[in-house]
């Protein structure tokens, strides 16, 4: 089980426990030991501020706050030992939200094209290797397109869809690049539609929010939010993507950083555009964009891996197989 799964479960007890996740992941910073040496003879166990014997995972709070508040049903259920163990927790919101994804997918599928479309659906979503890979490794990279298919099903209500967006932009930030193309579904135009989206996405932005709230002090908590999600994500090197070549500073591979940030500047333009062009988009369209532009966000990231390909999935399997002209629209 990769780190991801576990920063869940440790944000989402921190949440059961009055806290907000930022800033409060277990370190190790020369706290007193309480388990043994791994294979590299380091002892992740620390008593922390809590008093507490926990596996550290400093870096586990990158994530928005919908992202800890998955898994606080399955830590509430199978509780967390404090350790890096066999965390059923994170092996329960895995599979959860995989199933969530699934039965979406589904659900679109009978809404638009019927039983058959529903089926290519679900067969697409679970012969694909990464969406098992995602399972494997416990990881929370089902969560945010769980929350975008759903959207997509319920997407001719503008409330529920600004606020599945919402939801799933404080999963994975990525999902925020997607916001003005669902605001302008169906019509650029209408002002009511609009108002009405923005009021979803902000009801659903203040209660994800609200686990900042758990901390004495709104602004210090907004601004640890801030440190350790947003500026740890832009400022971080990695070795997963030819951007972060230049760390390495080596003879003959290329530092990438200027051309990078020309992709990610096509990456906004092309989110913009794509919300007022086409000017009316119907769902075939919504899902064509929707997966265009999660998969240009991708390609700009530093700290690209594997398991961010089920973001797009279901929006390329839906381009692929929606029927131009539905046949079923309304629920």
Request: contains cysteine; proline residues 6%; aromatic residues 12%.
């Amino acid at each position: 089980m990769i780190d991801v799964g576990y920063a869940g479960v440790i944000g989402a007890d921190r949440i059961l426990d009055g806290r907000a996740p930022y800033g409060a992941m277990p370190v190790t910073d020369g706290l007193e030991p309480c388990g043994k040496p791994n294979a590299d003879g380091e002892i992740r166990e620390r008593i922390q501020s809590n008093g507490r014997c926990e596996s550290a995972n400093p870096r586990g709070d990158t994530y928005g706050p919908v992202a800890y508040l998955a898994y606080v049903p399955s830590v509430l259920t199978f509780g967390w030992s404090g350790r890096w163990d066999e965390l059923p927790a994170a092996h329960a919101t895995a599979i959860l939200f995989d199933l969530l994804v699934l039965a979406g997918l589904v659900l679109v599928g009978r809404r638009f094209g019927g039983n058959l479309l529903a089926a290519a659906l679900a067969f697409g979503w679970v012969a694909y290797p990464f969406t098992s890979y995602v399972l494997l490794a416990n990881s929370n990279d089902a969560v945010m397109p769980a929350l975008l298919v759903w959207g997509f099903w319920l997407a001719t209500s503008a409330p529920l869809r600004g606020a599945a967006v919402a939801l799933a932009a404080w999963t994975k930030f990525a999902a925020l690049l997607v916001a003005p193309l669902w605001l302008t579904y169906r019509s650029a135009w209408s002002a009511g539609r609009l108002l009405r989206f923005g009021g979803g996405f902000a009801l659903a932005t203040a209660l994800a929010f609200s686990v900042l709230l758990l901390e004495p002090s709104l602004a210090d908590a907004a601004r640890t939010f801030w440190e350790r999600t947003f500026t740890f994500q832009l400022e971080r090197d990695s070795p997963f993507s030819i951007w972060g070549w230049g760390q390495y500073q080596a003879r003959g591979i290329p530092d990438l950083a200027s051309l990078q940030t020309v992709v990610q500047a096509v990456v906004i333009v092309l989110a913009g555009v794509v919300a007022v062009v086409p000017r009316e988009k119907g769902p075939l369209e919504l899902a064509a964009l929707t997966a265009a532009v999660l998969a240009a966000f991708q390609l700009s990231l530093t700290h690209w891996f594997y398991l961010y390909l089920p973001w797009v999935l279901p929006f390329a399997l839906l381009a692929l197989l929606l029927p131009r002209v539905p046949e079923r629209e309304s629920t």
